[in-house]
């Protein structure tokens, strides 16, 4: 039930971090880059059980003027269905609704069937005017 849950605006911990991504179906990332990237969110969403456990997240990175990336969009699938992912989401685009310059540009990286939620948001394909891209090190 939604008004069980936390919200706060702090960048979970890496360990946390990435056991949630990992339950969520995402990759896990090395503790440090995790360390220094939470540290450097412009804005997070972190929702977390009555036992204060981490159960879904959403984070805004970029430059803070021209360009913003979200980023991280995950739920615990024992929480999935719930509407956790479209709370994170308003949370998000009110976050830029109120601070985003005019004329900047919000990018992501939908994996497939959550792109039917950010579209709820606002959010369009760049295909095929631009394509999405990417580099793993």
């Known amino acids: ?14 360990k ?4 949630l991504r990992v339950s969520a179906g995402l990759s896990p990332k090395d503790l440090e880059g995790a360390r220094t990237g939470l540290q450097n969110s412009i804005f997070a969403v972190v929702l977390r059980d009555p ?3 981490l159960i879904a997240m959403g984070r805004i990175v970029g430059d803070g003027g021209c360009f913003y990336q ?3 969009i995950a739920v615990d699938p024992a929480y999935q269905g719930k509407g956790y992912g479209k709370l994170i989401m308003a949370e998000l685009m009110g976050y ?4 985003a310059p005019k004329d900047s540009y919000v990018s992501l990286i939908a ?3 959550a792109d039917g939620l950010y579209k709820q948001y606002g959010f369009e394909y760049t295909s095929p005017k631009s394509v999405g891209m990417f580099k793993r090190y």
């Open 111 to 113: 994996d497939v069937p």
């Open 51 to 53: 036992s204060k456990q």
């Open 96 to 99: 830029l609704d109120n601070t």
């Open 70 to 72: 979200v980023v991280d």
């Open 16 to 19: 946390e971090y990435n056991a």
């Open 1 to 14: 039930m939604l008004t069980d849950i936390e919200i706060s605006h702090r960048a979970p911990e890496p």
